[in-house]
Each structure stands twice: as C-alpha cells, then as structure tokens.
C-alpha cells in the first residue's frame, strides 16, 4: 500500500515562495502531524522560522482535551513557540481582528471526520469569514476524508436547524475533505475569503482511512479510531436522545444503549435490508461519565463488515426508530441547550431538518422518508463535483 502525502508533507516538500516574510497564523489541534507525528507548527517554524506569530485551536481545545459540547477551553500560550494559542471555542467561536491582526496568512491544518455535525468545518468557515472581512490570506493544508470520497448519504440541513452543528444546506455524510469543503464555502456559500488549497498526493476518493496509510490520531476526544469515525455520521444521532452514544466508554459511538433497551425487541424490529454492510453484537456497558454514568447499558456494538454497503445515517435511524417502537414510554429526547442553541430541540440540530424528526417519530416507511430528500441531495451533488480536488 502506498501512503497517501497529506496536504502537509506536500507544503514541507515544497514551501510556498509566497510566504517568505509572512507572518503566519495556524489552526490545529494534536492530530496535525506529518508522517513521523511531528506536529504541524513544529515542522512549520522550522521551515519559517520566527514567523509563526499565533496558535488557534477548534473545538475541544489545542490539546483535544475537553471532553464534550459546550465544554469550552482558554486561550493559552505554546511553551514550544512561546506564541499566544486563542480558542475558538470558549468566549467566542469567531476569530476576532484583534486575533489576527499579528498574522498575515492563515494555515489550516485539521483532521475532519466526513460528517455535518463536526463543528471543525464551521470553525474553518468563521476563520474565512474573519480572513475575508481583515485581508488575510487563508491556506488550506488537505488530509483524507476517513469515510471516503464516494459516499454521499442523508438529508441536507434546513435553514430553520442552523447552528454551530450545521452552517450550511450540506448532508450528513458530504464526501468532501477538508480543503474541497472550504471551496465549496468560498464559491457557491459566496464567503469568498482569499484562500489557497495544498492537495494530498495519491488521495483517491473511494479510499476510506485504512487504505491511506496515513498514521490516525485523534481530532478529537471521543474520536479515537477511524472505527469511530465510520460509524459517526449515523451514530452521533443519539447525542440528540437519552441513548448513551457510548462516551464515557473506551469504544464512543461504536457502542450505544440505556438500561431500558431490550435489545432482542430491537432486533426483532429490523431486517437485513435496514442495516446493510454491519452486524450488531449485544453487549452491556457502563459509563464512566456522562449519560447514564455508574449505570450498566444494554444496548450493541456495531461491527462494520462492508465498508461500502454500509449507510450509518440510515441505519441510525432505523435504530432509533426500533427504540421508538418498542421503548417509547422510556425514551426521550435530549433538551436545550446544545452547541450554544438555548430553544431547538438537539435532536433537529443533528438531523437538520424537524420534518424529518417528526417522521422517524410517527414510524413512517424510511424508504419514503428517504426518498423525500433524494432531490436535494441530487443537487448537492452535483453542486459539489464542481470542487472535488481528486479521482
């Protein structure tokens, strides 16, 4: 297997001449290493050196330390750059002028997961917005989109479920990396920033992570594996619900219960059809944090078998239609707040759309549920060929 070079490895082999005397900002966060796990803002200052003049960091902190929503981090200081490091996510989300007013470039250099709800994506189109707004330069340092190229699956967001969770009308797994996605803001989102894109090398659009061979590191807490991150765009859908997504385990969103669910109901609410590609394996849990912390959980783990039949937004749903049908007196949706939004129910935020939330909750056919957003899907499609980077 040949190692896919990351947009990184790419901007060290061959330094932008542009950037000589630049003062240079980076947005990163543990898992922006290259191919040794040397950190992106150490390789940068050794290519640069004296001119990265500030840090910012993404969701869950520069050390991707803060476990969950709304857990905020502090601005800080490098101890190896001795460079202020400002979050983007604590006093406030959205870079400000005096943030940049000591840099002349943004890099971005951060690890997405494929799916709508990772609020990295949004953090990058707030930083395009402020670059725009200040005359700063954006530049874009490309890695793999974990769940592929290919696979384009679930409704796209509402305007009425805008939030920190979803910005704009893209669907829940959107088949975009990084860099193609800032495109796709700049061009047909209309923020139209000055902004660059370092391609990978050797990236192929039906590669999942495991066919790159790029070493994984976490983005994120409860991001631990690529494992995670495949079955994450249908599995994030219980942080709207009072089913444990599994954090406060070692197996986050590979593993979902509540001490109420009878897993033999739910199997016998399902068919081969609703859940291709995946075996579910009963098993019991106990968190250590979070929902139904101390308490033990049945619920299942999900087995991927077959990467490309899988469809984790639908089968999500139909998993959470079980749990409706056989625990409705039980189960609950998680209330406000989430991600900064004090009156919509979480649960719209995630899914993107309360019309559909309404319909999963009257059990209606998900083939037909399904195929109400087929159109708009189409269009999304077609709308993102238009930036796709790779073959």
């Known amino acids: 297997m040949e190692t896919v070079r990351i947009g990184l490895e790419q901007f060290l082999a061959d330094p932008p001449a542009w950037l000589a005397g630049k003062r240079i900002g980076l947005l990163c966060n543990p898992a922006s290493v290259d ?109 793999p989109n974990p769940v592929n190229g290919v696979s384009v699956e679930g409704n796209c967001l509402t305007a009425g479920s805008q939030s920190f969770v979803g910005r704009f009308p ?81 197996q986050p969103f590979e593993i979902f219960g509540a001490p109420f669910l009878d897993p033999h109901q739910i199997i016998s609410f399902l068919n081969d059809d609703d859940i291709p590609g995946v075996v579910l394996r009963e098993i019991a849990f106990e968190p250590t944090s979070g929902k139904w912390q101390g308490k033990m959980c049945r619920g299942f783990q999900i087995h991927v078998v077959d990467p490309m039949r899988y469809r984790p937004y639908r089968t999500s749903l139909k998993l959470l239609q079980a749990i409706l049908f056989h625990h409705k007196d039980a189960f609950l949706w ?31 056919f998900l083939d037909d549920i399904e195929a109400s957003w087929q159109p708009e899907l189409e269009v999304f499609k077609r709308l993102s060929r238009k930036y796709h980077l790779y073959s």
């Open 334 to 364: 998680k209330q406000p707040p989430y991600e900064y939004e004090f009156e919509k129910l979480p649960i719209d935020m995630i899914i993107g759309d309360s019309r559909i939330r309404l319909r999963i909750e009257n059990l209606e």
């Open 170 to 250: 893209i669907p829940m797994r959107h088949g975009l990396t990084i860099g193609e996605m800032a495109l796709l803001f700049n061009g047909d989102y209309e923020i139209g920033c000055d902004l660059e894109v370092i391609p990978m090398k050797g990236w192929r659009r039906r590669m999942f992570f495991s066919d790159t061979g790029v070493a994984w590191v976490a983005p994120s807490p409860n991001m631990p594996t690529p494992a995670t991150a495949m079955v994450y765009p249908g599995q994030v859908i219980w942080e709207g619900t009072c089913i444990s997504e599994g954090r406060g385990t070692t």
């Open 35 to 143: 191919n040794r796990f040397c950190h992106a803002r150490v390789r940068i200052d050794r290519v640069f050196p004296g001119q990265l003049k500030a840090l910012f960091s993404p969701q869950h902190g520069f050390y991707a330390e803060k476990q969950d929503n709304m857990i905020e981090s502090s601005h800080d200081m490098d101890p190896y750059l001795h460079i202020p490091i400002y979050s983007l996510y604590g006093a406030t989300r959205i870079p400000s002028s005096d943030m940049l007013d000591t840099i002349d470039v943004l890099i971005v250099d951060l690890q997405d997961v494929g799916t709508r709800v990772y609020t990295f994506i949004y953090t990058l189109s707030y930083c395009m917005e402020a670059a725009r707004a200040n005359g700063k330069k954006v530049l874009i340092l490309d890695r």
